[in-house]
């Protein structure tokens, strides 16, 4: 059984595949791949940062007494990424590739440095209080 | 999340330092040939001195005052006129400096030195609280703090020098090659490194540099610094300076590596910074060894004595300038498109009339930096290799650097309107 952090460690990467995909696509204005690509993505980012950590994650680590002020900067962050997500579907819509990209690449660096602190503080922390739990990612 | 420090503690070292890359620059284009002929001459002493302390130590100190408290989660002691001390001190003192090389009146060192002594002391002291704390920042910040106390060791080294070109009683040491072997193998290396370890996985969406390989590559380098200063015999030294080439050879066909490894398919032009920046370090490593084994002195004419500032040329301007310059076309729209959101959470009007990344430093800038820099760099080369062509060489400098300074501060120009825009 994989613990949290694996677990949570390979989604990112998903995202990460998941994104460059679409990223290529809306570079060669390949508009109908761009948009299922895009599509996919933004469910799975909405799914890792709305279900799985916002929704599941947080509240138990919380529960069990883990520190509150990094939990507090994490949700700002994915409410920084919510506001590009929305922006980039709008974009995409447009079908506006500049718009896109420079929206993207801001979004890239944000979930980057972003997943560097969970990868490197938060995942290990909720190995430790919450080793038991990972029927919550189920 | 409010110990994030304001915009324009870390711009300011930003926007700076392009100019005094840019008086480097011009400096080689007025000194002549000859002034490129050996590293001690006054000055070569005075360009290398505007390159390291004008432009690197500069963009160095204003990213600091960003990321330690970001990483620490601490506030930076003293508030806003640490950042202020610490500029000014750093630009008076280097400018004074220079001018002393430059001009050959040493006896300006007398004012340059305790300048730039008060600028990196009360850096230090304000910020060593947040430096040695334990905060997580792993690989990165292990190999980031040996850099810091490699620079430290370069800086007292330079002061005891300075001290003594300045005519002051110091005691006499044979201290010629500790002071640049510790700032380009310590300080220059290490930071580069280190940061690497962070930047490229992030910025370059690419796996991460292995820990035991993190950590190992420098130590070994301390190691061989270490060797260099302290072992007096001949083997010594050799073993130092093979060891030294090797793990730039290691680190530098590794992060290619790495960079090749990237997820994102779209070109990426802070990504060739990197590759060019690597290949010099690279060239540097092999050029090294040549030199010690007397390979160099098969060359021709006046080569073999020109290769030791070839080295100088394919470390500072090749390995340390290009990657600080490619970081900059990330990191100051990215923290300026940060500062913008912030001001405007909740609001989603507000937030779709912000300029992003692409805007701030639009990529076609960024592709011209790349060019200019490649110019210049193949330029310098030239110009040392065959002892002619300084003139255009250092206008090419030149030129590189003020583009730089032309895109940050249009870029922060953009920042101010739309921030007066958002009030």
Redesign the interface.
């Known amino acids: 059984m994989k613990n949290i952090s694996d677990r949570m460690q390979g989604h990112h990467r998903l995202c990460?595949?998941q994104?460059?995909s679409a990223?290529?696509a809306v570079?060669e204005q390949d508009w109908e791949t761009a948009s299922t690509g895009w599509k996919a993505f933004a469910a799975e980012l909405r799914r890792h940062i709305d279900d799985l950590e916002e929704g599941r994650l947080f509240p138990a680590l919380e529960a069990a007494g883990g520190p509150a002020?990094p939990l507090?900067?994490m949700r700002?962050e994915h409410?920084?990424m919510r506001?590009l997500l929305?922006?980039m579907d709008?974009a995409l819509a447009a079908r506006d590739s500049?718009?896109f990209?420079?929206?993207g690449?801001?979004l890239?660096?944000?979930t980057?440095?972003h997943n560097?602190?969970e990868e490197?503080?938060l995942y290990p922390m909720m190995d430790q209080l919450l080793g038991d739990q990972t029927a919550l990612l189920d | 999340?409010n110990t994030i420090p304001p915009l324009h503690v870390p711009l300011r070292f930003f926007l700076t330092a392009p100019w005094l890359g840019l008086l480097a620059g011009l400096l080689v284009a007025v000194a002549g040939d000859e002034a490129l002929a050996s590293r001690w001459t006054p000055d070569l002493l005075a360009v290398t001195h505007l390159l390291t302390l004008g432009f690197m130590a500069t963009v160095m100190l204003g990213a600091l005052f960003q990321i330690l408290p970001v990483l620490s989660?601490e506030l930076v002691p003293g508030g806003a006129w640490l950042p202020t001390l610490v500029h000014l001190c750093l630009l008076a003192g280097t400018l004074l400096l220079v001018a002393g090389f430059a001009s050959q009146s040493y006896w300006l060192f007398n004012l340059a030195l305790p300048v730039l002594l008060l600028a990196f002391a009360a850096f230090l002291l304000a910020l060593a609280r947040l430096l040695l704390r334990r905060v997580?920042g792993?690989d990165a910040l292990f190999c980031i703090r040996l850099a810091a106390a490699c620079l430290l060791l370069t800086l007292l080294l330079g002061l005891w020098r300075g001290a003594a070109f300045a005519g002051l009683p110091v005691p006499a040491a044979n201290l010629g090659e500790l002071h640049p072997s510790w700032g380009l193998g310590g300080w220059v290396l290490l930071l580069v490194m280190g940061v690497s370890y962070?930047v490229i996985?992030?910025?370059h969406?690419t796996p991460s540099f292995p820990t035991p390989l993190a950590r190992t590559l420098p130590l070994l380098v301390l190691a061989a610094l270490l060797l260099a200063s302290l072992a007096p015999g001949a083997i010594g030294q050799a073993l130092a300076l093979h060891l030294l080439s090797l793990v730039a050879l290691v680190y530098g066909a590794y992060a290619l590596w790495l960079l090749s490894q990237r997820?994102?398919?779209?070109p990426d032009i802070t990504a060739r910074f990197w590759r060019l920046s690597l290949g010099s370090l690279i060239a540097a490593a092999l050029c090294l060894p040549l030199l010690y084994w007397g390979a160099a002195e098969a060359l021709p004419g006046e080569l073999p004595r020109r290769l030791p500032v070839l080295l100088g040329v394919l470390l500072l301007p090749g390995f340390a300038v290009s990657v600080i310059m490619g970081m900059l076309q990330?990191i100051v729209?990215?923290l300026s498109?940060?500062h913008l959101?912030r001001r405007c959470?909740g609001d989603?009007d507000q937030?779709?009339t912000l300029p992003?990344?692409?805007?701030i430093i639009p990529p076609r800038l960024t592709r011209w930096q790349f060019r200019l820099h490649g110019l210049a760099l193949a330029a310098l080369l030239l110009a040392v290799a065959t002892g002619k062509g300084s003139a255009g060489a250092g206008l090419a400098l030149a030129l590189d650097f003020a583009f730089l300074g032309y895109t940050l501060g249009r870029a922060a120009l953009l920042y101010r309107t739309t921030l007066r825009g958002l009030a």
């Open positions: 990460d595949e994104y460059a990223e290529a570079a002020p507090l900067v700002s409410e920084q506001a929305a922006q709008q500049d718009e990209l420079g929206l690449e801001t890239m660096l944000l980057q440095q560097m602190k490197s503080i | 999340m989660g997580a792993g962070q996985p992030m910025f969406v997820k994102r398919r779209l990330k729209p990215f498109y940060l959101q959470i989603v937030l779709k992003h990344m692409g805007t």
